[in-house]
């Protein structure tokens, strides 16, 4: 099976740049599928945004995501994509409301062969999809850590470098051998860095928890 890739972090810390940058002959690239929802939605002025509809939203976005991803399954080497299933787990709990199980058993299914936790950069700029304020972007980054680490996952973090370095560390993660089992905790020195095995998945038995509700919602670009 051709590997996926994930691409996750909270809004506005330039995911959907990164993907852009390093999208090339060889690798398939997935976008946003949540920003997709919310982008038609308000062309067509309709309601089925997180912050109306949470909980069906994210069966949308599930629907779709698992659909875009099964249409990638036969590109010729990788496939990196901007979020993954786990990723409504986190937004679920922000907003206060318990996961579909849909999509509970969806995010326990994922087999990625790599998280890239892609950490926020100095400034947040908002648009008509990204609402967050400062604070909600950390919480939301720390959620979708706790969510993929409770899923056996070790997020790779990307820090807040040039973009250059960030594509480098992405792809030296990905492409290079894994001789060294030196995974996550890099800083800005990392070029010439050691390779490492992009991913290690824990055998885990731990289901997603679900956080008491509270009343509040985020959009998830």
């Keep these: 099976m051709i590997p996926h890739y994930v691409l996750t972090g909270g809004p506005g810390t330039g995911k959907s740049t990164l993907l852009d940058d390093l999208s090339g002959p060889g690798m398939g690239s997935i976008g946003e599928v949540a920003t997709f929802v919310i982008e038609g939605e308000l062309k067509r002025k309709g309601n089925l945004l997180p912050w109306k509809r949470l909980l069906d939203f994210q069966k949308r976005v599930l629907e779709l995501q698992l659909e875009w991803e099964n249409d990638h ?36 299914r994922s087999n990625y062969a790599g998280v890239f936790l892609v950490d926020p950069l100095t400034e947040l700029e908002n648009t008509a999809v990204r609402r967050e304020d400062r604070n909600e ?14 899923l056996g996952y070790n997020p790779i973090p990307i820090p807040a470098m040039s973009r250059h370095l960030r594509q480098k560390l992405v792809l030296d993660r990905i492409l290079e051998s894994p001789l060294t089992p030196r995974c996550g905790g890099m800083d ?31 959009s998830h670009a």
């Design 137 to 150: 972007q950390l919480e939301t980054h720390r959620a979708l850590r706790e969510v993929y680490t409770e």
């Design 73 to 108: 399954l036969n590109n010729p080497h990788f496939v990196l994509q901007d979020r993954g299933v786990p990723d409504g787990i986190a937004y679920c709990r922000i907003g206060g409301i318990t996961p579909p199980s849909e999509l509970t058993e969806a995010a326990e």
């Design 188 to 218: 800005n020195n990392y070029i010439g860095a050691a390779p490492c095995r992009v991913y290690e998945r824990r055998n885990s038995t731990r289901k997603p928890r679900v956080q008491p509700e509270r009343n509040q919602s985020l």
